[in-house]
Structure formats: structure tokens, C-alpha cells
């Protein structure tokens, strides 16, 4: 669960053979998980120069790297995932960075659409479940969100953003327990994470257990 320890050796090896697209790309997704994702942008670029038309990777990893960075960047994503999808069709995380991007700009039911796609074409990629549950949540389908979250969380459980979504998901549906739970997993793995810590506290606080929120 060591994001930042790994994103660091990984930069190490990726001056050390600039041209591995294996390592680009892990190191670019790292770097999006790290909320670098405008340094993630400019990896996916070097990526798309090496590649070519061959492989559709650093498309996804731009396209995904300009929805996170938020601020109008989704609408950008769009035609960056289609180029992606001239290469290959039927990659996976394309369908998930576009339903991502098609949410933000309120296209629900493309966004919809790419993220059902994504699991169908990988159902083993965490991230694709995570992508169809961001959708599904925008258009008020919490439940199949949890779903999706759910599995997300089995197929890498010690990766622990999807916790915060699946938490967040649990206590709009008025699930309390299971969200102090979740969060109480992540501090498990992470004690000292203070989002884990924050998110507990609204939500003891939430079910009037108000001593437990203060500490």
C-alpha cells in the first residue's frame, strides 16, 4: 500500500531505461494516484512518442490524467480515449477513462455505457469497477455502485481510495455500519491515515455517537 515508497523506485527505473513502456506506464498511473496528475499527463505524452500507433496505454493514462485533474480537463479526455480506441478497440481502461470523463460532462448514459464496457472487456481490472461505479453514483444507482466498489476492493484490497468511495456510498444509503467499518479497515492497514480519521468521525458523529466523532 506504499504508493509513494513504490511511485519513487519507479522513477528510478524509469531514468534508467526511458524507453520501457512497462515501467512508463505503471509509473504514470502511480503518479495519478498521487494527485500528480499533471506530471502524469506529460508521462502519458512521452509514452504516446515512443509508442506510436501501436500501443493504446498512454492514451488511457492521459485520458484518465486529464479527468483528474479536474477544472474542465474532462471534456479533453474524450477525443484522447477515441484515439486510444482507433489502436485497440477493446482495451479496457479507454471505456473506463472515457465513462470518468463522459460523467463529469454529464453524458450519464455514455458514461454509463463505457463503464459497463469496461468490466465486460476486463473484468479483473479494479480500476474499470471503479469507473462504472462513478457513473452508476451520478445518476443515483448506489447500490450497483457499491457493487462495483465492492469488487473493486477485492481484486486489490490494499489499495485504499476505493474505500473512501464505497464508505461514502454506504452512508448515503444510510448503511452506518458497514461504512465504520470500511474505514475502520483502512486504518487497519494505515493508522495514521488522517482521511480515514476524518471520514470515522463524520460518521460516528452522523449516528449521534458524538464522544467516539470527538476523539
Excluded at 464496457?117 to 481490472?125: E, H, I, S, Y
Excluded at 481510495?161 to 492497514?189: C, K, Q, W
Aim: aromatic share 10%; with cysteine; proline share 5%.
Amino acid at each position: 500500500g506504499d504508493r509513494s515508497g513504490a511511485s519513487s523506485d519507479y522513477e528510478m527505473a524509469v531514468q534508467q531505461r526511458s524507453d520501457d513502456l512497462d515501467y512508463i506506464i505503471v509509473y504514470g498511473r502511480m503518479l495519478i494516484e498521487l494527485d500528480r496528475a499533471e506530471e502524469a499527463v506529460a508521462v502519458a505524452d512521452q509514452m504516446i512518442e515512443l509508442s506510436g500507433t501501436t500501443d493504446p496505454r498512454g492514451y488511457a493514462l492521459k485520458a484518465k490524467a486529464l479527468w483528474w485533474q479536474g477544472g474542465g480537463k474532462a471534456a479533453a479526455a474524450v477525443p484522447v480515449a477515441v484515439s486510444g480506441l482507433e489502436i485497440d478497440p477493446n482495451f479496457a481502461p479507454l471505456y473506463a477513462a472515457r465513462a470518468r470523463a463522459y460523467t463529469d460532462i454529464g453524458r450519464w448514459q455514455q458514461g454509463l455505457a463505457d463503464g459497463q464496457r469496461a468490466v465486460d472487456l476486463d473484468p479483473m481490472d479494479p480500476d474499470a469497477h471503479r469507473a462504472y461505479a462513478y457513473a452508476l453514483m451520478w445518476v443515483g444507482e448506489r447500490d450497483l455502485a457499491i457493487e462495483q466498489l465492492e469488487m473493486a476492493i477485492s481484486l486489490n484490497p490494499n489499495f485504499t481510495p476505493p474505500y473512501f468511495e464505497l464508505g461514502l456510498n454506504y452512508l448515503a444509503n444510510n448503511r452506518d455500519s458497514m461504512a465504520i467499518a470500511t474505514y475502520e479497515r483502512v486504518l487497519s492497514m494505515q493508522p495514521r491515515n488522517q482521511k480515514a480519521h476524518l471520514r470515522l468521525c463524520e460518521a460516528y458523529f452522523k449516528i449521534g455517537r458524538n464522544d467516539q466523532a470527538q476523539g
